[in-house]
């Protein structure tokens, strides 16, 4: 998308409430399309009201969803995991591991990152996969936040209401990678982020609208999303 005026909200999914920034759910679904077989036993792990765990059921697959509130889970789930991320994992809550584990926009609330990403990597097959997200805090846009505020976006004060708390640059999530044991096998962005966006009138939208792409063309990294998306794999 090149161009919107106004909010961007996500659509529900078959009535679920789709807890993320519009186009995330589609985009990483696209991306790890490739990495799914039907019937494959996926955990969705931290999924709210399930509905990209939805998405995968109706793709054929077998998921199991974990939150920290079961009670909110509307998709169709094989099982419902009553879990607190920050916590230790207790044996009894997963009898056996997955083919697959979705860690979708995750990261950012939790106080231990690496312990998170370590429980990802015990609840998975040694061939089994991680797909993980988290808010791209080096877009373009978020980095014109950091030069004229010093915070970046997604993670300001108003944000901390939807418990963003813990930034991660993409060169601190491939050295966590790298130190934890796990091989990138595709990575890209995901959350429609138009490069013009008329919301509101300030003089960040001016700038953003305005002088931010002229050298948008110059950047490097990971400058496009709203999330950065990882494909992992335990290293052999």
């Not at 083919?99 to 990403?117: F, T």
């Not at 939208?205 to 050298?215: A, E, M, P, Q, V």
Request: hydrophobic content about 45%; proline content about 4%.
């Amino acid at each position: 998308m090149l161009i919107k005026i106004g909010e961007l909200k996500p659509p529900d999914y078959k009535g679920i409430r789709v807890m993320a920034a519009h186009g995330l759910h589609s985009d990483i679904f696209d991306l790890m399309k490739p990495f799914l077989r039907e019937g494959m036993r996926i955990l969705d792990f931290g999924c709210g009201e399930g509905a990209f765990s939805q998405r995968l059921i109706d793709a054929g697959m077998n998921v199991d969803g974990c939150d920290i509130n079961t009670d909110q889970i509307k998709a169709m789930v094989n099982r419902k995991i009553t879990l607190d991320l920050d916590r230790e994992i207790g044996n009894q809550a997963f009898s056996e591991k997955y083919d697959l584990l979705v860690a979708m926009e995750i990261l950012e609330h939790l106080q231990n990152p690496w312990k998170y990403v370590s429980d990802c990597m015990s609840l998975v097959k040694d061939d089994g996969i991680i797909v993980l997200s988290t808010p791209n805090i080096s877009n373009f846009a978020s980095r014109l936040r950091f030069f004229m505020r010093g915070s970046l976006m997604a993670f300001e004060k108003p944000d901390f209401v939807h418990g963003h708390i813990t930034p991660l640059s993409f060169i601190q999530l491939e050295n966590m990678f790298d130190k934890l044991g796990l091989t990138v096998l595709k990575k890209g962005h995901a959350g429609t982020l138009p490069l013009i966006h008329f919301s509101g009138f300030s003089l960040f939208s001016i700038l953003r609208n305005s002088i931010l792409l002229l050298f948008y063309p110059f950047m490097s990294g990971p400058k496009k999303g709203r999330a950065l998306v990882y494909v992992l794999k335990k290293k052999a």
